[in-house]
């Protein structure tokens, strides 16, 4: 059976929502990913920075409670500045290159929702 592997940023705004349980009812797109029936992800690349780690941790154990099928796969960046399309577009461009990609296998997703407009350029344009 092949797997659904998607790549996103961890959304340091859409997908952050505090750490108690008040975090449940706001919607979260990266989460939200993982919760649709008819698609099920098994593994989930999510790019962020060192920052962002706490908020990835979060996320992954979230993840883990409503799609405990979905494998969460810290993918550590450093971006100095998020919209600075040189910047990112290299960024994604050494990240896809270094990707062991098994077509094959695998089907694959990119995830826009999160990540600034300059990293959704850049996921389109190098899709």
Known sequence: MRKTVAFGFVGTVLDYAG??????SKWRPTLCLCQQESLVIDRL??????RSRS?????KRDIASVSPE??????EIELHNPWDFEEVYACLHDFARGYEFQPEKEDYLIHIT????VAQICWFLLA
């Not at 690349?45 to 060192?50: F, R, V």
């Not at 979905?70 to 993918?75: A, H, L, R």
């Open 45 to 50: 690349e999510l790019l962020h920075d060192a």
């Open 19 to 24: 750490r108690g349980s008040q975090r449940w």
């Open 70 to 75: 979905t494998e969460v796969v810290s993918v």
């Open 114 to 117: 999160t990540g600034t407009h």
């Open 55 to 59: 908020l990835f941790e979060t996320l």
